[in-house]
């Protein structure tokens, strides 16, 4: 039976525009198993990208909890919530924002480093994901020295440096032509198989919506699958 590891549960998320209240999600529950790859679709607004950062800790529910594997992570003190965000969950976004002023393996690395370790003790294990998501012979280039397709890999290579439980991805072949995107896809198919990881994806592309195990909708603040 499948392990689940992540149960939202009636996740409501507000924003307050003077007196005005916007509600974005309405009660969202979704459970998500391990290995897993969920696409949540939407139109503009929607609030997949809400979602996905109240998944990722990176911002708070008003209302509902979030638990991973049974701990409720929002109790949690904020300290431990960001270090359980830099451990246990990877991130790509449409733009890869990765530091300009350093190498594709150190950028790959820098998960690691913020965790406390060495570039010294994160080499190995950047040069195998870079190598495992094409850019072998790329490592010691800058972002400006690669193509848009490349930084993406990298971003997605860095992504999975701490070994996280699951990646984050929201539009993560947005800003990429349609070549480089169909092979971005293969390639999170493939690491999600090879290292069991779960990904859950915002987006609008076709192919990348077929690829997933499931498709849940976002309208009008609540969830469809």
Do not use: W
């Not at 974005?24 to 391990?34: A, H, R, T």
Request: net charge neutral; glycine share 8%; proline share 3%.
């Amino acid at each position: 039976m499948p392990k689940k590891i992540i149960e939202a549960s009636q996740v409501c998320k507000s924003y307050f525009l003077g007196k005005d209240e916007l509600k974005v999600l309405k009660g969202i529950d979704l459970s998500i198993n391990e290995g897993e790859i969920i696409a949540i679709i939407g139109a503009s607004g929607a609030g997949k990208s809400t979602l996905l950062h109240i998944l990722g800790t990176l911002d708070r529910p008003t209302s509902g909890s979030v638990t991973y594997d049974g701990v409720d992570i929002f109790k949690l003190k904020d300290e431990k919530i960001a270090r359980f965000r830099n451990l246990q969950i990877g991130f790509v976004f449409q733009f890869h924002h990765l530091l300009p002023e350093f190498t594709a393996l150190e950028n790959t690395a820098m998960p690691g480093m913020i965790a406390g370790k060495r570039l010294s003790e994160m080499k190995d294990t950047a040069k195998k994901l870079l190598s495992e998501v094409g850019l072998a012979e790329r490592m010691e280039h800058r972002p400006s020295e690669l193509s848009g397709g490349e930084q993406q890999r990298v971003a997605v290579a860095r992504a999975l440096v701490n070994n996280p439980k699951v990646i984050l991805a929201d539009e993560p072949s947005g800003n990429l032509d349609s070549v480089n995107a169909e092979s971005l896809h293969e390639l999170i198919l493939q690491l999600a198989k090879t290292h069991n990881t779960t990904f859950l994806i915002a987006t609008h592309n076709d192919h990348l919506k077929s690829l997933a195990h499931r498709v849940v909708k976002i309208q009008d603040g609540v969830l469809m699958e």
